[in-house]
């Protein structure tokens, strides 16, 4: 197959970690017969300090004619700081969802057995966890009208969805759970904000249509102490783009590093992949970052080509290096730490 990549590196640790998943991606094309081209673009801080737009015209052609996009981090702190900055890197991202119609945000939780009792909650607790959560990406309060008056003393944002994008996201959520359990949850708040009530009638509708899945209705904070207690409770779960946010950010630490987290975020003609965690301008340049969940968020685009043995090999190569201990800092617990770069090229001679 004959892959055409848009490659967005972006801020602080990005461009590394995406190094080591181009590294493992190219290995696994050479041992299955693939063929990647690789298109780089600037997206983040990195594309304001070049061209003064945090998401460029020029970035989103090369986004849109390919067949996929892999993406690694954006923000930098000399933004963080300014809180009257005029331009942001996070505005780009919003930007890309948004022009890329990226309604989707797939975010799987899963537990490492190497890796079980060093996550934050106790063995007996996460063990078997295996979830995924579905976020909507381009609607609610983060693309709603927002400002302020007062003279500035006020501000509002407004949380804005209509029916046809909670379908569509459902919709996503009902197939992906006809292939795993047939257990779907449904977050909300529906007890207080009319969105919510949107949310619920629109899934409560759409049951009809998949008989076989089991669907379960809970408020947002629920859920959010559930997921602490039994997370593996929960399959697949469906919520709006600030409670999905939240919950799985707070999901990422059942594994036991943020950094061994992929997620996609899924649009009609192209799809986006990328790690959850953050650009960590500390770390840059320091070779020390966990390049892993890059990795895996790489095995996910292969797997949504339907190249399901080459996404199972990168997986494979990342449970050895765990069980092998070659693994960054953040999981080396007082072992040896192998640097970003080592770790990339161990991986791609076990793929």
């Not at 673009?41 to 460029?56: F, M, Q, R, S």
């Not at 007062?150 to 944002?157: L, V």
């Not at 290096?321 to 970003?340: I, P, Q, R, W």
């Amino acid at each position: 197959m004959k892959l055409n990549i848009a490659l967005l590196a972006g801020d602080g640790i990005g461009p590394e970690v995406i190094e080591q998943a181009v590294k493992v991606s190219d290995a696994i094309a050479q041992k299955f017969g693939h063929e990647i081209t690789w298109k780089p673009a600037l997206t983040g801080a990195a594309a304001i300090d070049a061209v003064g737009e945090p998401y460029p015209d020029a970035t989103h052609e090369v986004c849109k004619n390919a067949d996929a996009v892999l993406f690694g981090a954006i923000g930098h702190p000399k933004y963080d700081n300014d809180p009257s900055a005029p331009v942001r890197p996070e505005q780009g991202l919003l930007k890309m969802r948004k022009a890329l119609g990226l309604f989707a945000n797939v975010r799987p939780t899963f537990t490492f057995p190497s890796l079980l009792d060093k996550s934050p909650l106790k063995r007996e607790r996460i063990e078997g966890t295996d979830l995924v959560f579905l976020r909507e990406l381009t609607g609610g309060i983060y693309f709603g009208e927002k400002g302020r008056k007062d003279n500035g003393d006020t501000a509002f944002d407004n949380c804005v969805y209509t029916r046809a994008e909670v379908q569509r996201l459902a919709k996503k959520g009902f197939e992906l759970a006809m292939t795993r359990s047939k257990k779907l949850c449904c977050v909300d708040k529906a007890n207080v904000l009319e969105t919510s009530r949107l949310w619920r009638e629109t899934v409560q509708a759409m049951e009809k249509d998949y008989p076989e899945v089991e669907v379960s209705y809970e408020f947002v904070d629920a859920v959010a102490m559930r997921l602490v207690q039994w997370p593996n409770s929960y399959d697949v779960l469906i919520t709006e783009n600030l409670f999905g946010d939240i919950l799985t950010d707070e999901a990422s630490v059942i594994s036991g590093s943020m950094g061994l987290m992929p997620s996609a975020s899924m649009g009609a003609e192209v799809s986006l992949f990328e790690p959850i965690h953050g650009s960590y301008p500390q770390a840059t340049g320091l070779n020390i970052a966990n390049p892993m969940a890059t990795v895996l968020s790489a095995a996910m685009m292969f797997e949504n080509f339907g190249l399901m043995e080459e996404g199972k090999a990168m997986r494979d190569a990342v449970n050895k290096a765990l069980e092998a201990g070659v693994v960054t800092e953040d999981l080396a617990d007082g072992g040896k730490a192998y640097g970003t770069k080592e770790v990339g090229d161990w991986l791609a001679a076990n793929v």
